[in-house]
């Protein structure tokens, strides 16, 4: 026996040892189909570990970092990420209010009615005065 001292090693020796002690008192062919289940789980297992890379980062998850401060730094770019889009939604949505009060001003202070933007033939005359303008 090797000698890990991984808890999770230790709890399936232990489940191995149990179920191999009551092994002697079954049937043949159910120790054989259990005997066959058992070598292929141990290909697999073999392979499985072929296959696995571990790094050990000293019991530390998060990047690397050691000690909470260091996790919690970690959290800084999150937060100014947060504060960034926070603020890029707060200057447009100020923007869109001063332009609409612009508007807003605008029609208030014209000499035209507001009525006159409604209508239909005023849309035409703005559009051929736009086409006027343009050549």
Do not use: C
Request: proline residues 4%.
């Amino acid at each position: 026996m090797t000698s890990s001292s991984n808890p999770e090693d230790l709890f399936g020796r232990a489940i191995a040892a149990r179920l191999s002690a009551g092994a002697d008192d079954l049937p043949r062919d159910i120790s054989e189909r259990l005997r066959a289940s058992r070598t292929r789980a141990l290909a697999q297992r073999k392979r499985e570990m072929a296959h696995t890379v571990v790094v050990d980062t000293g019991g530390s998850a998060v990047l690397g970092l050691q000690g909470w401060w260091q996790r919690a730094l970690a959290v800084v770019p999150l937060l100014l990420l947060t504060i960034g889009l926070l603020t890029i939604g707060l200057t447009q949505e100020e923007r869109r209010t001063a332009e609409l009060a612009e508007v807003d001003a605008a029609l208030l202070t014209d000499d035209l009615p507001p009525a006159a933007y409604t209508d239909p033939g005023f849309a035409q005359f703005l559009k051929a005065n736009a086409a006027a303008a343009h050549q």
